[in-house]
T-cell receptor, first 117, second 113 residues
Framework: AQTVTQSQPEMSVQEAETVTLSCTYDTSESDYYLFWYKQPPSRQMILVIRQEAYKQQNATENRFSVNFQKAAKSFSLKISDSQLGDAAMYFCAYWGRLQGGSEKLVFGKGTKLTVNP | SQTIHQWPATLVQPVGSPLSLECTVEGTSNPNLYWYRQAAGRGLQLLFYSVGIGQISSEVPQNLSASRPQDRQFILSSKKLLLSDSGFYLC????????????FGPGTRLTVL
């Protein structure tokens, strides 16, 4: 079964600085997708960035970028120029196949990011 | 555009009472639907998923059940709530055959006393 591990329960960063959130996963599949979701205090889940495993190029979305190391099964999120609005829980997720062919997201336990002014 | 609704937004129920949480999706057809639970300080745990009307699969044994009476309606139920059922419940959907994104509803905060 696929598993996702986020080893940093909490992280903090100064406003305008850069922070990296770690994520590792375990799978025997070769083709899959990885996601970072943000959950602010409102509890709404917001997609931050997505990476297709078959693409070697790291995904970027404005101030958010990933470091995808397929062989190491590592998928870290870098937030540049951190803003107060970036404060939230961040979840790493793996898109995998269930028995019977359907798919599901497997989530890590999350990292709580605090941005200090 | 697609929209996902959940209600109620918050719910406080006594132990042993029944539960019914509803999720509806607009703007798409034949979505794959999911129920997740998020306990305090923890990640999301997949409870149920459905690939079509009347088709329900359970990920973990528990006190809850799910039903999909219509294409875009997904219901989470319990006959008798336990204290351990407290948590934040999220409904989600994605378009079958696509992996662009799984869309989440606003969630229901359930407190069992």
């Amino acid at each position: 079964a696929q598993t996702v591990t986020q080893s940093q329960p909490e992280m903090s960063v100064q406003e305008a600085e850069t922070v990296t959130l770690s994520c590792t996963y375990d799978t025997s599949e070769s083709d899959y997708y990885l996601f970072w979701y943000k959950q602010p205090p409102s509890r709404q889940m917001i997609l931050v960035i997505r990476q297709e495993a078959y693409k070697q190029q790291n995904a970027t979305e404005n101030r958010f970028s990933v470091n995808f190391q397929k062989a190491a099964k590592s998928f870290s999120l870098k937030i540049s120029d951190s803003q107060l609005g970036d404060a939230a829980m961040y979840f790493c997720a793996y898109w995998g196949r269930l028995q019977g062919g359907s798919e599901k997201l497997v989530f890590g336990k999350g990292t709580k990011l605090t941005v200090n002014p | 555009s697609q929209t996902i609704h959940q209600w109620p937004a918050t719910l406080v129920q006594p132990v042993g009472s029944p539960l019914s949480l509803e999720c509806t999706v607009e703007g798409t057809s034949n979505p794959n639907l999911y129920w997740y639970r998020q306990a305090a300080g923890r990640g999301l745990q997949l409870l149920f998923y459905s690939v079509g009307i009347g088709q329900i699969s359970s990920e973990v044994p528990q006190n809850l059940s799910a039903s999909r009476p219509q294409d875009r309606q997904f219901i989470l139920s319990s006959k008798k709530l336990l204290l351990s059922d407290s948590g934040f419940y999220l409904c989600a959907w994605y378009a079958s055959g696509s992996v662009d994104e799984q869309f989440f509803g606003p969630g229901t905060r359930l407190t069992v006393l």
